[in-house]
């Protein structure tokens, strides 16, 4: 499968790093992308907010429920848990993922981390084959757990990029990744849409609900198994900060070295300022992503093997639009391009809000829209943030980059959960996305990126 999607054309020369190296850091990507894509973007949304409305006291397969379910003695509408969750995931991240960062950037040993958090949140992904009956706690606890570790694997894994190019290659290389990525996560969906098709039965919502509960679980298997393949490919790239063998406690030092980072990074508003554009328009991104299913089933009436097909359809174009973008990144600079992509991304939420219910056509336009905006996007954003870096401290900064990244950001889904709760209202809560792209778009004009970078220590591409 490796030789499916290794990249056959000529690969940027990175510092110290080798074709073999970065084919293996591209396959990461492939390993997690099931995660972002079978389990956030298809069935998790829909099949913990059906748990949840069975533990509401809904009946399986009604087509609307007003219930609500009491976590902690909190009074929660069945269709706004999955959102709060998600909403709580990231407020626990704030705290966990800079810290992994840090402890990263003091390990000489990375890959150890990479392989601790994958396979932790790969194993709460399996978890959920016991998911079953109106076990909505144990499903949110385990997506606690599982999103929490995918974002630390993430800031671990994202870390390598600087030590895998220069600064002319890096918008190449971050691409190639999320096209990677991509296909990874588009081959497993469309094995779970083939599952779908064959062994769902009319009438019989229990079936559907098995269904994309073992879907959950091969996101997990996927994920877990994938993984080996970075693990036996990437090298160690020790920073200056890397503690040598027995030269102390990795993470103490990671916690002590993160408070002198917090007390430093003032030195760098600039980097400051585009993180914070940066979690504004990634806010509105993610949060598309995450509520799609849930809009397209419970808004727009749609099946459940629509919305798979739509997904893969963003899967495969999304492989298209990252290489397209990186492409025109060397033509324009990765800054421009991103904020070419959000001036699309306000066209699309503009057309989710007009889509017709029980329409499937009209909702695959918007997928393929999606898909040539989407990873290019994510991918430049990526890249450009590795420029504004102060050498060293990749880790600790890519972890601060995390917290907004993958499925864990945390205004949005709590302004479309309040929003829905206040409305009862789908598309209302899409209309509110639209000032996350809006002024997100405004504070990225507003960094004068080549100073930005100056002002890093870095070395400025020759695009910009």
């Known amino acids: 499968m490796a ?3 290794a990249p056959a054309v000529a690969e940027p020369a990175g510092p110290g790093s080798t ?3 970065r084919t293996g850091w591209y396959f990461y990507d492939w390993a997690n992308s099931a995660f972002q894509t079978t389990v956030i973007t298809v069935f998790l949304g829909p099949f913990l907010t059906t748990v949840t409305e069975l533990a509401a006291g809904c009946e399986l397969g009604a087509d609307s429920c007003t219930g609500y379910v009491h976590p902690l003695g909190i009074r929660v ?3 706004s848990f999955y959102p709060y969750l998600i909403s ?4 626990l991240t704030v ?15 990375k890959k150890r981390l990479l392989a601790l958090a994958a396979f932790i ?3 709460a992904t399996i978890g959920f084959a016991f998911v079953t009956g109106d076990r909505y706690l144990l499903g949110g606890a385990l997506f606690l757990i599982a999103n929490i570790s995918f974002g630390a694997a993430i800031v671990v894994y994202n870390s390598f990029l600087p030590q895998l190019g220069g600064p002319d290659e890096r918008d190449t290389i971050s691409s190639r990744g999320w096209a990677i990525g991509y296909l990874g996560g588009g081959l497993l969906l469309a094995l779970n849409l083939v599952a779908v098709s ?4 009319d009438g019989n919502p229990q079936r559907t609900m098995d269904l994309a509960r073992w879907s959950i679980v091969s996101a997990g298997v996927w994920w877990a198994a994938f993984t080996l393949l970075p693990l036996r490919w990437l090298r160690e790239h020790p920073t200056a900060e890397a503690l040598p063998a027995g030269g102390g406690n990795v993470l103490t030092d990671g916690f002590r070295q993160l408070g002198r980072t917090l007390r430093e990074i003032r030195a760098y508003p600039l980097t400051l300022f585009f993180l914070l554009a940066f979690l504004v328009y990634n806010d509105g991104i993610q949060t598309v992503i995450t509520m799609a299913s849930q809009y397209g089933t419970q808004e727009l009436k749609l099946e459940q093997s629509t919305l798979i097909v739509t997904i893969l359809l963003v899967q495969f174009l999304a492989f298209g639009g990252a290489l397209a973008l990186g492409a025109l990144a060397r033509r324009i600079g990765a800054w421009k391009s991103v904020l070419l992509s959000l001036v699309l991304w306000t066209g699309v939420i503009l057309g989710a809000f007009w889509l017709p219910a029980e329409a499937p056509v009209p909702f695959m336009i918007l997928g393929a829209a999606i898909g040539l905006v989407l990873g290019g996007s994510q ?3 990526r890249s450009l943030f590795s420029q504004l870096i102060p050498a060293g401290k990749e880790g600790e900064y890519y972890g601060f980059y995390e917290i907004s990244d993958k499925g864990t950001s945390w205004l949005g889904p709590l302004a479309f959960g309040l929003v829905f709760q206040l409305t009862a209202s789908y598309r209302v809560g899409v209309v509110s996305l639209l000032i996350f792209f809006v002024v997100g778009f405004v504070l990225l004009a507003a960094v004068p990126i080549r100073r930005a970078i100056l002002a890093a220590g870095n070395t400025p591409p020759r695009v910009l």
């Not at 705290?95 to 040993?109: Q, Y």
């Open 19 to 21: 074709r073999r190296e």
């Open 3 to 5: 030789e499916t999607v």
């Open 88 to 91: 709580l995931s990231v407020f």
């Open 198 to 201: 064959m062994l769902s039965e």
């Open 95 to 109: 705290f966990v993922l800079p810290i992994v960062g840090a402890i990263a950037d003091r390990s000489a040993h």
């Open 121 to 123: 949140g790969a194993g």
């Open 379 to 381: 991918a430049l954003s």
């Open 77 to 79: 509408a069945a269709g």
